[in-house]
Protein backbone atom coordinates (compact mmCIF):
# COMPACT_ATOMS: atom_id res chain seq x y z
CA UNK A 1 0.00 0.00 0.00
CA UNK A 2 1.05 3.37 -0.78
CA UNK A 3 -0.59 6.50 0.88
CA UNK A 4 -0.35 9.95 -0.55
CA UNK A 5 -1.22 13.19 0.65
CA UNK A 6 -1.64 16.48 -1.28
CA UNK A 7 -1.31 19.70 -0.27
CA UNK A 8 -1.11 23.51 -1.85
CA UNK A 9 -4.77 24.09 -3.61
CA UNK A 10 -6.62 27.04 -3.18
CA UNK A 11 -8.18 30.04 -5.05
CA UNK A 12 -6.88 31.97 -7.33
CA UNK A 13 -6.84 35.25 -9.48
CA UNK A 14 -5.89 34.45 -13.14
CA UNK A 15 -2.60 34.36 -13.77
CA UNK A 16 -1.15 33.68 -10.44
CA UNK A 17 0.35 30.89 -9.25
CA UNK A 18 0.12 27.81 -6.86
CA UNK A 19 2.51 24.90 -6.09
CA UNK A 20 0.72 21.26 -5.17
CA UNK A 21 2.54 19.11 -3.21
CA UNK A 22 2.43 15.10 -2.82
CA UNK A 23 3.94 12.64 -0.15
CA UNK A 24 3.76 9.57 -0.49
CA UNK A 25 4.41 7.20 2.02
CA UNK A 26 3.98 3.25 2.99
CA UNK A 27 5.55 0.59 -0.18
CA UNK A 28 7.11 3.69 -1.56
CA UNK A 29 10.00 0.74 -3.31
CA UNK A 30 7.24 -0.17 -5.54
CA UNK A 31 6.66 3.09 -7.26
CA UNK A 32 7.45 3.73 -10.89
CA UNK A 33 6.66 6.97 -10.89
CA UNK A 34 4.36 9.38 -9.96
CA UNK A 35 1.14 11.71 -11.96
CA UNK A 36 -0.96 14.35 -11.69
CA UNK A 37 -4.61 14.17 -12.44
CA UNK A 38 -7.18 16.39 -12.67
CA UNK A 39 -10.75 16.21 -12.70
CA UNK A 40 -13.33 19.69 -13.21
CA UNK A 41 -17.14 19.16 -13.00
CA UNK A 42 -18.90 17.40 -15.51
CA UNK A 43 -15.89 16.34 -17.25
CA UNK A 44 -13.63 13.20 -16.95
CA UNK A 45 -10.14 13.37 -14.86
CA UNK A 46 -7.10 13.80 -17.51
CA UNK A 47 -3.68 13.61 -17.03
CA UNK A 48 -2.09 16.94 -16.18
CA UNK A 49 1.88 15.49 -16.03
CA UNK A 50 3.96 12.36 -14.97
CA UNK A 51 7.55 12.03 -14.19
CA UNK A 52 8.96 8.61 -13.77
CA UNK A 53 11.64 7.06 -11.58
CA UNK A 54 14.34 7.78 -14.10
CA UNK A 55 12.92 11.40 -14.51
CA UNK A 56 11.11 11.08 -17.74
CA UNK A 57 8.61 14.26 -17.53
CA UNK A 58 5.07 14.60 -19.73
CA UNK A 59 2.57 16.99 -19.89
CA UNK A 60 -0.95 17.77 -21.35
CA UNK A 61 -0.30 19.73 -24.07
CA UNK A 62 -3.14 22.72 -22.72
CA UNK A 63 0.00 23.29 -19.03
CA UNK A 64 3.16 22.85 -21.38
CA UNK A 65 5.14 25.94 -20.99
CA UNK A 66 3.10 26.68 -17.68
CA UNK A 67 3.55 23.74 -15.07
CA UNK A 68 6.43 22.10 -14.07
CA UNK A 69 6.48 18.73 -12.29
CA UNK A 70 9.49 17.57 -10.45
CA UNK A 71 9.95 15.46 -7.27
CA UNK A 72 12.15 15.38 -4.15
CA UNK A 73 13.60 11.47 -3.77
CA UNK A 74 14.49 12.37 0.01
CA UNK A 75 10.91 13.52 0.96
CA UNK A 76 9.02 10.72 -1.02
CA UNK A 77 7.10 14.14 -2.69
CA UNK A 78 6.37 15.22 -5.90
CA UNK A 79 5.67 18.88 -7.18
CA UNK A 80 3.45 20.45 -9.56
CA UNK A 81 4.36 24.27 -10.02
CA UNK A 82 1.45 25.68 -11.78
CA UNK A 83 1.95 29.67 -13.46
CA UNK A 84 -0.17 31.35 -15.19
CA UNK A 85 -3.30 29.88 -14.33
CA UNK A 86 -6.28 30.21 -16.08
CA UNK A 87 -9.90 29.31 -15.19
CA UNK A 88 -10.42 26.43 -17.25
CA UNK A 89 -7.54 25.10 -15.02
CA UNK A 90 -10.07 25.05 -11.97
CA UNK A 91 -10.65 21.19 -11.34
CA UNK A 92 -9.38 19.14 -8.39
CA UNK A 93 -6.35 17.76 -8.29
CA UNK A 94 -5.12 14.38 -7.85
CA UNK A 95 -1.81 12.73 -7.40
CA UNK A 96 -1.40 8.95 -8.22
CA UNK A 97 1.68 6.85 -7.72
CA UNK A 98 1.97 3.84 -10.53
CA UNK A 99 4.13 1.10 -10.83
CA UNK A 100 2.98 -2.50 -10.60
CA UNK A 101 -0.64 -0.84 -8.73
CA UNK A 102 -1.80 2.60 -8.75
CA UNK A 103 -2.86 4.26 -5.71
CA UNK A 104 -5.01 7.75 -5.32
CA UNK A 105 -4.49 10.48 -3.14
CA UNK A 106 -7.47 12.39 -1.83
CA UNK A 107 -7.75 15.32 -4.14
CA UNK A 108 -7.32 19.11 -3.50
CA UNK A 109 -8.96 21.90 -4.90
CA UNK A 110 -8.12 24.33 -7.37
CA UNK A 111 -10.12 27.40 -8.16
CA UNK A 112 -9.06 30.28 -11.17
CA UNK A 113 -11.31 33.45 -10.87
CA UNK A 114 -11.49 35.30 -13.75
Known amino acids: QVQLVESGGGLVQAGGSLRLSCAAS????????MAWHRQAPGRQRELVAA???????NYVDSVKGRFTISRDSAKNTVYLQMNSLKPEDTAVYYC????????WGQGTQVTVSS
Open 96 to 103: KSFGPYEF
Open 51 to 57: ITSGGIK
Open 26 to 33: GSIYNING
